[in-house]
């Protein structure tokens, strides 16, 4: 079998996805809705959805639902955004807490228009998890901060358990898929987070044209800076004015990927077509 299908072939079965239901989906729905709150589950477009939601676990997305960025890859909106609503973090904070989640992932726009970007909120947000539901581990997957050695400290400062910020993809693409990150930057945000004495994550995603030996170099940079965890997943397109998925990486090509990485010394490696960044998050605090 081939290892790739080009993207005017039809989408492979093992990307297909059930559809969101359950008791458990619509406790979630609800609680969403009744808190006014945003999860990168909706604003992404996340074909796991329906899983984690009818699971009953969601991951919250802070500092609103406007980015200052634009990624080629991410449906979140972009634009300038209009408020920074301080309740928020007591907001995440308790839903957490009627949700009985053991384990929160949490994530953020970027916020660049600001002096911290958000970083204070980041820090509010994780003291009001510990203090409202103080049984929940948590994950924070972070942007960049423009490299802001101040605002990691923050949330170095706040100790969630496990720290991610994502490379997203090879350096190579870097100015088609992330015109506004910078490789190097985002792996210096890695090291500081290892330095901080952390547990460090972080993703790319596949099919954009990227090779293996540009997917090999990223995990050894990663290696290289201090990062235990790395997430693997297939690239899907959130709507035709963004980037065009180049190929469907076949799942034995993601099974090498996890091959490679565990050789390389990441202690845990999640590999696989429908894999995004919270995917079993929850293993790896342990």
């Known amino acids: 079998m081939s290892e790739t299908i080009i993207q005017n072939e039809r989408k492979p079965d093992w990307l297909r996805v059930k559809l969101p239901t359950g008791e458990g989906y619509r406790l979630v729905r609800g609680l969403v809705d009744q808190h006014k709150l945003h999860t990168i589950c909706e604003s992404g477009n996340c074909p796991n959805m329906g899983e984690c939601w009818g699971a009953g676990t ?27 609503d301080w309740d928020e973090p007591r907001r995440v904070a308790d839903a957490i807490r009627k949700m009985k989640v053991k384990h929160a992932v949490i994530t953020s726009v970027n916020r660049d228009e600001l002096k911290d970007g958000g970083a204070s909120i980041w820090a509010a947000t994780v ?17 960049d901060f423009k490299g802001s050695v101040e ?34 930057r985002s792996l210096k945000v890695i090291r500081q987070l290892k330095s901080g004495g952390v547990r460090t994550k972080s993703g790319i995603m596949v099919g954009l044209s ?43 090509v993601f099974a090498y990927y996890k091959e490679e990485g565990l050789k390389r010394g990441f202690i845990y490696v999640e590999s696989g077509p429908l894999v995004r960044s919270s995917y079993h998050a929850e293993k790896h605090v342990i």
């Open 58 to 84: 969601a991951t919250f997305m802070i500092l609103g639902n406007v980015c200052t960025r634009s990624c080629g890859f991410c449906a979140v909106l972009t634009g300038m955004p209009t408020e920074l």
């Open 127 to 143: 003291n009001a998890v510990r203090e409202i539901s103080p049984g929940t581990t948590m994950e924070t997957l972070i942007p």
């Open 151 to 184: 605002s990691v400290e923050k949330i170095i400062e706040a100790k969630p358990e496990v720290v991610s910020h994502n490379m997203e993809t090879i350096e190579r693409l870097y100015r088609r898929v992330r015109p506004q990150a910078k490789y190097e």
């Open 210 to 252: 990227e090779q293996k030996d540009e997917v090999l170099r990223v995990m050894d940079d990663l290696r290289a800076h201090g990062c235990d965890v790395m997430t693997i997943g297939q690239y899907l397109q959130p709507t035709r004015n963004h980037l065009d998925v180049q190929e469907w990486i076949h799942p034995d």
